[in-house]
Nanobody, 122 residues
């Protein structure tokens, strides 16, 4: 059974940092594009970042460039999202996902985690 499990969410003050992790199981994801998305209640899911297959070039949404860093450890089948200089508007449920396409479109991602809540207080 293929699973993506996020962890690392929580409550942080504005300006603080969090590191999200997404552990994949069921098969290797080293050849997949791994992405992070976020979604607030009642809103559409928003692309945050993606990392391609080795050597792992990266894509970021403009809203997080310079603050968030995506990385992957293929040996651990895990992808990370380091979030610095957090803002209240970063408050959302964050999801990791896997795709065979280099894309920020949620519909192109085949596997999804259950999400982890990130709350940034002002």
């Amino acid at each position: 059974q293929v699973q993506l499990v996020e962890s690392g969410g929580g409550l942080v003050q504005a300006g603080g940092s969090l590191r999200l992790s997404c552990a994949a199981s069921g098969r290797t994801f080293s050849n997949d594009i791994m992405g992070w998305f976020r979604q607030a209640h009642g809103k559409e899911r928003e692309f945050v970042a993606a990392v391609k297959r080795s050597p792992g070039s990266k894509l970021y949404a403009d809203s997080v460039k310079g603050r968030f860093t995506i990385s992957r450890d293929n040996a651990k089948n895990t992808v990370y999202l380091q979030m610095n200089s957090l803002k209240p508007e970063d408050t959302d449920v964050y999801y990791c996902a896997a795709s065979q396409k280099t894309t920020g479109w949620p519909g192109d991602y085949d596997y999804w985690g259950q999400g982890t809540q990130v709350t940034v207080s002002s």
